[in-house]
């Protein structure tokens, strides 16, 4: 018996189109990935693979869901209760071009963005760091970064973090005191196509 030998990352990424994201999942009005009412996007690729992962079925490079940045922005903009757009996955960084342009977009009509990222700040700013890295830092208000660590896992009222090794660097002082989401909430979408995305720190996306 042979084991299917895994796509190399670097060419499941170079396959996504100029101006495109491939992503895992989307949903609007998220109260429980940031400050206020929130689109939310889930990046496509992770190479890490973290133990207790909440979402492993964002793990793959392989080609998942692709949209334009442009539609994309116009999805978010034209809902009007999203105050701002956090990026998840998967590991958004290592889409970071698009991103950026999508954070330009969308701060450009007033909202705010945030993202996770299982790097950590230095690393992001390291020139090793993923490509154009350093562009979507500078467009962030908010960043969480550090991988999930099983062991270190937090999910409490007053944590806004899933595991302890991890940081809040609030960028923009304005968001300063709208730190009120926490690691145990959690909230359930269903998608027009019967699945469902169970949103949050212990979210994941699922099939009927």
């Known amino acids: 018996m042979t084991t299917k030998q895994k796509k190399d990352p670097y060419l499941s990424l170079m396959e996504i189109p100029p101006g495109y994201l491939n992503i895992m999942g989307y949903v609007d009005r998220s109260q ?31 080609i998942n869901q692709l949209i334009s940045v442009e539609k994309l922005a116009q999805k978010i903009l034209s809902n009007p209760q999203n105050q701002g757009v956090t990026f998840s996955g998967g590991e958004p960084f290592w889409q970071a071009p698009a991103l950026t342009e999508l954070a ?25 760091a993923p490509a154009k890295s350093q562009e979507l830092l500078a467009q962030l208000d908010i960043l969480i ?18 595991s302890r090794n991890q940081h809040v660097h609030i ?20 998608l027009q196509d019967g699945g469902r995305i169970i949103t ?9």
């Open 32 to 62: 429980v990935n940031g400050p206020g009412s929130r689109a939310v996007v889930w990046a496509q690729g992770c190479i890490r693979e973290c133990p207790g992962c909440f979402n492993p079925l964002s793990w793959s490079f392989e």
């Open 145 to 162: 970064d550090g991988p999930f660590v099983e062991s270190l896992a937090i999910n409490t009222p007053d944590s806004l973090v899933s």
């Open 200 to 208: 949050g720190f212990r979210g994941r996306i699922l099939s009927d």
């Open 104 to 128: 330009k977009k969308v701060k450009a009509a007033g909202l705010n963005v945030m993202s996770f990222s299982g790097f950590t700040l230095e690393q992001l700013q390291a020139p090793y």
């Open 171 to 190: 960028f923009n002082p304005d968001l300063q005191n709208q730190m009120t989401w926490a690691s145990d909430q959690t909230e359930v979408h269903i």
